[in-house]
C-alpha cells in the first residue's frame, strides 16, 4: 500500500498511526496538496486532497473516514480500533464526528491567517470557529472515563483525539495553553510514547510555524 500525504497533516497522521497500531506495511509519499506537489496528489485524487491511500491491487481511496473504514474491515472486526456494530459503534463515531468538526474549524482559522492579509481576516468569523474549538475540546475532554472514551479499550476515537490534540497544541500552544484539558493531555501522552505515535512524528512544521494569538481574547478559556 501506498499513503499520500504529510505527518503534519492531522488527517493523514491519523490515517498512518491506525495503520502503525494494526502492523500493516506502506510506502509513504511525503508531498503537500499546495504549488508543486498538488499536481502530484491530483494525479490520485481530483481535487487534490490528502490523504490518499493507494491499495495493492491499484484501487485508490480518498478521505481519513473511508481509509479508516477500510483498513478497520482489512483487518477485521477482532482487530478494528471501531467496533463493529451497537451502541460502542455508535459511540466511537460521534466522538470521531465531533473530533473532525474541531480540526475542520481549527484547519480553517489556520488557512484563514496564513493565507490572507491581516486586514482582511473575518474577526467574527474566526471568534466563532475559535469558540467551536474551545467547547469541542472541553466537551470531549469531559466524556473520558478515566483512560479512554469508550469502554476500557483503546478505540479509533481516542487514536483520533490525539492525533488532533498534538496537532492542536502545537499549532496554537497560547490559545490551548488554559484551557485545562488534563484528560485530553493524559490521554495523549500515554499515546505519544508508542511506535505508531513515534513513527509519525511530523518532520515540518505545521505550515511552517505555530499561529501567534494577537489578543488576549484568543487564549484558551
Request: some cysteine; hydrophobic content about 40%.
Amino acid at each position: 500500500m501506498k499513503l499520500w500525504g504529510r505527518y503534519n497533516s492531522p488527517y493523514v497522521r491519523r490515517v498512518a498511526v491506525t495503520m502503525q497500531f494494526y502492523g500493516l506495511d506502506y510506502n509513504h509519499e511525503s508531498v503537500i496538496p499546495f504549488e508543486e506537489g498538488k499536481k502530484d496528489v491530483a494525479k490520485v485524487n481530483p481535487i487534490a486532497r490528502v490523504p490518499v491511500l493507494a491499495l495493492p491491487d491499484g484501487e485508490i481511496v480518498v478521505d481519513s473516514a473511508a481509509i479508516i473504514d477500510h483498513l478497520d474491515e482489512w483487518v477485521g472486526p477482532d482487530r478494528a480500533l471501531t467496533p463493529p456494530a451497537g451502541p460502542e459503534r455508535r459511540k466511537v463515531l460521534k466522538y470521531i464526528a465531533v473530533e473532525l468538526g474541531i480540526m475542520d474549524k481549527l484547519v480553517a482559522v489556520l488557512y484563514e491567517r496564513q493565507f490572507r492579509p491581516k486586514e482582511k481576516w473575518h474577526r467574527p468569523w474566526i471568534d466563532a470557529c475559535d469558540t467551536q474549538i474551545r467547547d469541542g475540546f472541553k466537551w470531549v475532554d469531559s466524556e473520558i472515563n478515566d483512560t479512554w472514551l469508550v469502554g476500557d479499550q483503546m478505540t479509533q476515537a481516542d487514536v483520533s483525539l490525539a492525533v488532533f490534540w498534538d496537532f492542536a497544541t502545537r499549532l496554537r500552544p497560547n490559545f490551548f495553553a488554559n484551557l485545562n484539558c488534563d484528560a485530553i493531555d493524559i490521554l495523549t501522552d500515554s499515546l505519544r510514547d508508542t511506535d505508531a505515535f513515534q513513527n509519525t512524528q511530523p518532520v515540518e512544521a505545521a505550515l511552517n510555524a505555530a499561529l501567534p494569538e494577537t489578543n488576549k481574547n484568543e487564549a484558551g478559556k
